[in-house]
């Protein structure tokens, strides 16, 4: 993660959709190309690969946000059938059609900033009908966007109210209707559990994730937000592609990570909007573990689907150095999402998705001078966006 390869005065050669070559300028030989992108000064990357968001949501949470700068917290709000109960009745009145333009708007935002993969999760359904409402959305944004899409199933995001007093028969409504549905009409890729105190418990998780997997999703789990009891364990028994959140870490969560393949994820924005304790990234690292980040935008506690910022978060505030952080954004985040062989990097054959910045003087001053745009330009399969 400490390397990132560079060159300096290079070209970019793309064919169609695809990066066909590259190198140095001083090697390049009678090359004819039919349009010629003058990046004098700029710098080219590959476009962030975000491997962790909810940005199919209704309405916003603002009023939960003055909550807590007037002394709430996350979890007292959600205790008052607030957060992501809040969310799942916004979303259970909102049209499908409305639902996808409050989101596509979204999108083509993140775009703009840079992003060029993106996950999305359900989990503000919460009603088989409702999940499945989510589901659709996300496969329209798949077909309408030019930027590659993978989508979870996070049915288990929160007990809804009317299984207050049952968590078991919501866990088996999940288990018997929502998964088998969900997988017979491929509406995701993957299986996603909030595994926390007052969500869902180690034994909740376990179960979902070995239906999830009997059914061909692959699990990918939301895990040590506020509380760390053995979730990573079951995260990398079940073959977890990533594990996300990490706020919480103790020695037992690394030891487990390493000889596994599963991608530790952090999201230095949900720390940020939340005050709470940041990814411990030079633990993860410095144990030789990757780490991938991603924003997790939400409306609840990331209201942001800014790559740009994330970075800088990781590097300020987390200690990772420009070129992990990148790492982490671009590649790791691809791996994240199963799809690191045609994302994530400038690579020969992967696809042309590239972030082309305005004159910076290095990589490094992208997340050094914070809170500014320095992209110019996105291109996503080879297309200026
Ligand atoms: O990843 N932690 C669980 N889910 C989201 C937040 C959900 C919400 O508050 O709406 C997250 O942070
Ligand atoms: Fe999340």
């Not at 900033?113 to 919460?126: D, F, M, P, R, V």
């Not at 979730?231 to 977890?240: D, H, M, P, Q, T």
């Not at 690579?347 to 042309?352: F, Q, V």
Request: charged share 25%.
């Amino acid at each position: 993660m400490k390397i990132l390869p560079s060159i300096k005065n290079a070209y970019l050669l793309i064919d169609h959709d695809t990066i066909v070559d590259y190198g140095s300028m001083d090697d390049i030989q009678n090359l004819d190309a039919d349009q010629v992108i003058d990046a004098t000064g700029k710098m080219v990357l590959p476009t962030w690969c975000d491997s962790h968001t909810h940005i199919v949501y209704s309405g916003n949470r603002e009023q939960e946000f003055v909550d807590r700068i007037n002394g709430l917290s996350y979890e007292d709000i959600a205790n008052r059938g607030g957060g992501i109960l809040n969310s799942a009745e916004k979303l259970q009145n909102t049209s499908e059609e409305d639902l996808y333009q409050q989101s596509a708007k979204r999108l083509q935002k993140v775009i703009k900033l840079g992003t060029g993969a993106i996950e999305i999760k359900s989990g503000y359904g919460l009603t088989v009908d409702a999940e499945l409402k989510m589901l659709r959305v996300i496969k329209r944004l798949k077909k309408e966007f030019p930027l590659k899409v993978r989508a979870t199933l996070l049915a288990a995001h929160a007990i809804p109210k009317e299984y207050k007093n049952d968590k078991t028969a919501f866990v088996d409504l999940v288990i018997n209707k929502m998964i088998p549905e969900v997988a017979k009409e491929q509406l995701a890729n993957y299986i996603d559990v909030f595994c926390e105190k007052g969500y869902f418990d180690l034994e909740d998780t376990e179960r979902i994730l070995k239906a999830g997997k009997e059914h061909g999703l692959i699990p990918k789990i939301h895990v040590n937000q506020f509380n760390a009891f053995g979730g990573v364990g079951v995260g990398v028994k079940y073959e977890a592609l990533s594990v996300d959140h990490l706020e919480e870490m103790n020695i037992e969560d690394i030891d487990v990570l390493k000889n596994s393949a599963t991608m530790p994820v952090a999201l230095p924005s949900c720390s940020y909007f939340l005050s709470i304790p940041y990814t411990p990234a030079r633990q993860i690292i410095d144990a030789g573990l990757p780490l991938a980040l991603a924003t997790d935008y939400n409306p609840g506690s990331t209201p942001s689907g800014n790559m740009n910022f994330v970075i800088s978060t990781a590097c300020i505030k987390m200690k990772m150095t420009p070129e992990e952080a990148i790492n982490a954004a671009t590649i790791n985040g691809a791996y994240a999402m199963g799809i690191g062989t045609m994302y994530g990097s400038i690579t020969k054959g992967k696809k042309a998705n590239l972030i082309i910045t305005k004159e910076i003087p290095s990589y490094a001053f992208m997340p050094y001078a914070f809170g500014e745009n320095h992209i110019d330009n996105v291109i996503i399969n080879g297309q200026i966006i």
